[in-house]
């Protein structure tokens, strides 16, 4: 029998970093050729018929969400948004009910520029991978270490800029982050990472520089200008 994919949409920050002015709405809710990110970011993850839902997690408080994902087949809107995006990610986790072998793909809310043919790639691979995997693309930029001033260079061999989806067994993700929740580790800035530090190494999955996460105001204007939108 086919395992279940389901897909989890962390939406609960704020994005300070790409707003010029306070009180600004969440980044995942502003515009894109006329459409809020979050839409076009959840559009195209349900081009995939595998995916038979996608799961998109914000906070109690949330006044956006539900009208901007209006009349989209397939979407469960879930108030459990938490302090961390670790914390985001396992309060949904546990408040879905699927079997230790299907699988979870969690992607960025404002991560839109991803291409079917890249989703489909993705997700390919993984299903023929014991553990799972990630997008990336590899460091091409010489990478150094400072502050005000260069204290040394890193040698970019084997180097990724990680991206999402990321995809892994339900069972194994929810392990992996309740272990990390109750250790407390800091430098769990991914599912990936928690998957690491129970002792396994996930897939790597060449991605696409399209597939760039909106963090800057400028990327607002580059992601429409560039990717078609």
Same mark, same amino acid.
């Given at each position: 029998m086919n395992n279940s994919i389901v897909a989890i949409v962390p939406a609960s920050g704020i994005g300070h970093r790409a707003s010029n002015e306070q009180n600004d709405i969440p980044k995942q809710y502003k515009k894109i050729a006329g459409i809020?990110?979050? !839409?076009?970011? /959840?559009?195209?993850?349900?081009?995939? $018929? !595998?995916? $038979?839902? /996608?799961? /998109? =997690? =914000?906070?109690?408080?949330?006044c956006f969400a539900e009208q901007i994902l209006d009349n989209l087949n397939k979407v469960n809107i879930i108030k459990c948004g938490g302090k961390r995006r670790i914390d985001t990610v396992y309060n949904a986790i546990n408040l879905i009910n699927l079997n230790k072998n299907d699988w979870i793909i969690i992607h960025d809310a404002v991560r839109p520029g991803f291409s079917i043919n890249c989703l489909t790639k993705f997700i390919d691979q993984c299903l023929y991978d014991k553990v799972g995997g990630i997008l990336a693309i590899p460091v091409i930029d010489t990478i150094k270490k400072g502050s005000i001033r260069v204290h040394h260079?890193?040698? !970019?061999?084997?180097?990724?800029?990680?991206?999402?989806?990321?995809?892994? !067994?339900?069972?194994?993700?929810?392990k992996a982050l309740s272990i990390a929740i109750q250790n407390n580790l800091p430098d769990i800035t991914d599912e990936a990472s928690a998957?690491?530090?129970?002792?396994?190494?996930?897939?790597?999955?060449?991605? $696409?520089? $399209?597939?760039?996460?909106?963090?800057?105001?400028?990327?607002?204007?580059?992601?429409?200008?560039?990717?078609g939108f």
């Open positions: 809020p990110i979050l !839409r076009h970011t /959840v559009t195209k993850l349900l081009l995939d $018929s !595998r995916i $038979s839902h /996608v799961n /998109v =997690i =914000i906070k109690q408080d949330d260079t890193i040698n !970019r061999d084997d180097l990724w800029l990680i991206q999402t989806p990321q995809m892994f !067994r339900f069972g194994l993700l929810k998957i690491e530090y129970i002792g396994h190494n996930p897939l790597i999955i060449k991605g $696409s520089i $399209s597939n760039f996460k909106i963090t800057w105001p400028e990327d607002f204007a580059l992601m429409e200008k560039l990717y």
